[in-house]
T-cell receptor, first 114, second 110 residues
Framework: EAEVAQSPRYKITEKSQAVAFWCDPI?????LYWYRQILGQGPELLVQ????????DSQLPKDRFSAERLKGVDSTLKIQPAELGDSAMYLC????????????FGQGTRLTVV | RKEVEQDPGPFNVPEGATVAFNCTYS??????FFWYRQDCRKEPKLLMS???SGNEDGRFTAQLNRASQYISLLIRDSKLSDSATYLC???????????FGAGTTVTVRA
């Protein structure tokens, strides 16, 4: 069964350091999402790509977060500098098309900023 | 007001019981609806899509009420393995963003 791959699974970093997460969506999926989930809350959308284009990044803290999907396949989410409040689960999901099909999630990267 | 709101829970039910909970959404332009299941510290996984006519998958029944802007999930004959957080997900026609509720926690006890 095709899966969304994410790495690393766990990351501990000191505040003010840079950190990066990687996601490889299911092959052929044009839509890719990055979500952040704080314990006890639902996932919050950070950025949405359609192929290599950003469709929605309105909730992405652009002073410290950046995301790219250069060839419309895999994607990287970066935080620089990390802050204590960034500790959360970062989830990547992909979907075969916008709007009408479900999204499939990777296992996530659990970030702890100390 | 949040785009998607869910019954806060937690719902603690005995094995074999029926449990049901709702999710309301604020944007009438909503297009697609889903229920996802999330186990503790794991990723969300699709439980079922929700269709206009309502749909059933084994012990799970989902209903959509567009007029009142809510969807519901009913679990019959609860199993211990049904213990999880159930996330309501709404997809909007205008921007195709998937919006999640905060989740409803269900605990099934022996």
């Amino acid at each position: 069964e095709a899966e969304v791959a994410q790495s690393p699974r766990y990351k501990i970093t000191e505040k003010s350091q840079a950190v990066a997460f990687w996601c490889d969506p299911i092959s052929g999926h044009a839509t890719l999402y990055w979500y952040r989930q704080i314990l006890g809350q639902g996932p919050e959308l950070l950025v949405q790509f359609q192929d290599e284009s950003v469709v929605d990044d309105s909730q992405l803290p652009k002073d410290r977060f950046s995301a790219e999907r250069l060839k419309g396949v895999d994607s990287t989410l970066k935080i620089q500098p990390a802050e204590l409040g960034d500790s959360a689960m970062y989830l990547c999901a992909s979907s075969g098309s916008q709007g009408f099909t479900e999204a499939f999630f990777g296992q996530g990267t659990r970030l702890t900023v100390v | 007001r949040k785009e998607v709101e869910q019954d806060p829970g937690p719902f603690n039910v005995p094995e074999g019981a029926t449990v049901a909970f709702n999710c309301t959404y604020s944007n009438s332009a909503s297009q697609s609806f889903f229920w996802y299941r999330q186990d503790c510290r794991k990723e969300p996984k699709l439980l079922m899509s929700v269709y206009s006519s309502g749909n059933e998958d084994g012990r799970f029944t989902a209903q959509l009420n567009r007029a009142s802007q809510y969807i519901s999930l009913l679990i019959r004959d609860s199993k211990l393995s049904d213990s999880a957080t159930y996330l309501c997900v709404v997809n909007y026609r205008n921007d195709y963003k998937l919006s999640f509720g905060a989740g409803t926690t269900v605990t099934v006890r022996a």
